[in-house]
């Protein structure tokens, strides 16, 4: 069997910006609800068995708490954040397992599946769907492949290496070089990607980076700024990396069976009709579970 992975928050974001308004019989706006229900029926009919959904129910996570210039939801449409719990129940509604994250973010939720999916011999390859790279670090050959659904690309381990210049294990060390604008943190000064790419091709992990730059290997331009820059900010460069890596102990499920999609569930009808929309309620009722 192959285990899909869906990250929710993106894929809220991704259809609220691209469909029209939308609003149910309650004047709410909905729109994006309906985009990614209808995007992961899709999954579904085209053959997807087990699947499960990740959501930042609350934006805000444990890492606000390590960093006070980590991502938050200020800034983020009303309209947007209201349609978070809408899409939760409606996806449960809709047979597929669900978590909406609070504590952790959707990405350790994805992270924690991932993991564990990977771990039953019953399981042939997991898809993790969205283009995030901090999901990059999940990657394990051919076995657990990030998927860009919109795009349509596929990304497996030695995909891994050919866009970021590094191994899934480093990315957490490669964002922490680099930083991350959509996560909050800055990264280090002088550290782009290509230093960073070349660096930890050689150095996995930053304790690997030898302290006095005239050990770099010589592929490595800059080194002494590098390493200047690398060791006076060493703790921020820890805790950048801490911020980045995902969390593995997320409580998931307890077998991938868990994930099986076995159909709608009668509450599934209310749901569409008050987002008006009995196409959803057609495509979820003809789809028929495999087995």
């Known amino acids: 069997m192959d285990i ?10 991704r259809h609220f910006y691209a469909m029209p308004s939308a609003k149910d019989v ?13 995007s992961v029926l899709s999954m579904i009919e085209r053959g997807a068995t087990h699947v499960g959904v990740a959501t930042d129910h609350v934006v805000e996570s444990f890492r606000n708490d390590l960093y006070p210039g ?6 983020v449409p009303p309209e947007l954040l209201s349609q978070f719990p ?3 129940e409606a996806l449960e509604a809709m047979g597929v397992r669900v978590w909406p994250m609070i504590y ?8 924690a599946a991932a993991s564990k999916a990977a771990k039953d011999d019953l399981v042939n390859q997991v898809f993790i769907c969205t283009p995030d790279k901090d999901l990059s670090q999940c990657v394990v050959g051919t076995r657990v492949v990030q998927l860009d659904r919109r795009q349509n690309i596929l990304r497996d381990e030695a995909g891994v290496v050919a866009k970021f210049g590094v191994h899934p294990q ?15 943190f800055p990264g280090l000064p002088g550290w782009g ?11 996995p992990h930053l304790e690997d980076v030898p302290k006095d730059w005239r050990e770099w290997h010589p592929s490595i331009r800059k080194a002494r700024t590098l390493s200047e820059s690398l060791f006076s900010a060493w703790n921020d460069a820890l805790l950048f990396r801490t911020l980045a890596t995902l969390r593995l102990d997320v409580p998931v499920f307890e077998t991938v069976e868990d994930l099986r999609w076995n159909g709608p569930r009668p509450m ?14 057609r495509r979820a009722t003809s789809a028929k579970p495999k087995t």
């Open 4 to 13: 899909y992975l869906v990250d929710g928050t993106y894929e809220l974001f």
């Open 26 to 38: 309650n004047g709410q706006e909905i729109a994006a609800v309906r985009g990614v229900l209808a």
């Open 70 to 75: 980590y991502k938050t939801s200020e800034g």
């Open 86 to 88: 809408i899409l939760e």
């Open 104 to 111: 952790y973010e959707a990405d350790d939720a994805l992270a």
């Open 170 to 184: 480093s990315i957490p060390d490669y964002l922490a070089a680099v930083g991350d604008s959509a996560d909050g």
């Open 193 to 203: 990607a290509k230093a960073a790419a070349l660096t930890l091709s050689q150095y």
């Open 268 to 281: 599934f009808e209310e749901h569409c009709r008050r987002m008006k929309s009995s196409e959803l309620l």
